[in-house]
């Protein structure tokens, strides 16, 4: 199976209707109306790739975050198996993750509803270190990482 195949029979089983996938391979998912995964499927490298912004890393206490990240990423033990990022141009958490194309559609599946799920999670993390430092910008749900949708 290729990676927009893959993508494709995600989009059908989750119910999302037809997907349209750009030239590049890449495509949007919105669930629960705010949270963004950016699908980018490389059929040259054969990965199925998910990527989102999770928010703006708060100015206070950025080493008690830093240490959530990477205490989350050891063995993807806070994360799923997805990896979080810090994009230092935007200042903004990231999380990521990719498949092989030839993923079974049941783990693709499950895949994909625990990045979301860990999405929501980190978002609302942020959300309550954002809370204790008051000047920290609010998430930004934007495209991420430069993609169309």
Not at 5 to 29: S, V
């Amino acid at each position: 199976m290729t990676a927009r195949n893959l993508l494709l029979e995600l989009g059908q089983r989750l119910n999302l209707g037809q997907i349209e996938i750009d030239p590049d391979g890449t495509c949007l998912l919105v669930f629960d109306k705010d949270l963004e995964v950016e699908m980018l499927a490389d059929d040259a490298k054969g990965r199925l790739m998910m990527m989102s912004w999770v928010g703006y890393a708060p100015h206070e206490d950025r080493e008690a975050l830093f240490r959530d990240l990477l205490s989350a990423n050891l063995l993807g033990r806070g994360t799923g198996a997805a990896v979080l990022g810090f994009d230092h141009l935007r200042d903004m958490v990231t999380l990521h993750r990719d498949l092989p194309a030839t993923t079974e559609i049941e783990q693709a599946v499950g895949a994909l509803e625990a990045f979301v799920n860990y999405l929501q999670a980190w978002r609302t993390h942020l959300t309550e270190l954002a809370s204790a430092a008051p000047e920290t910008a609010q998430a930004d749900t934007a495209m991420p990482f430069g993609l169309r949708a």
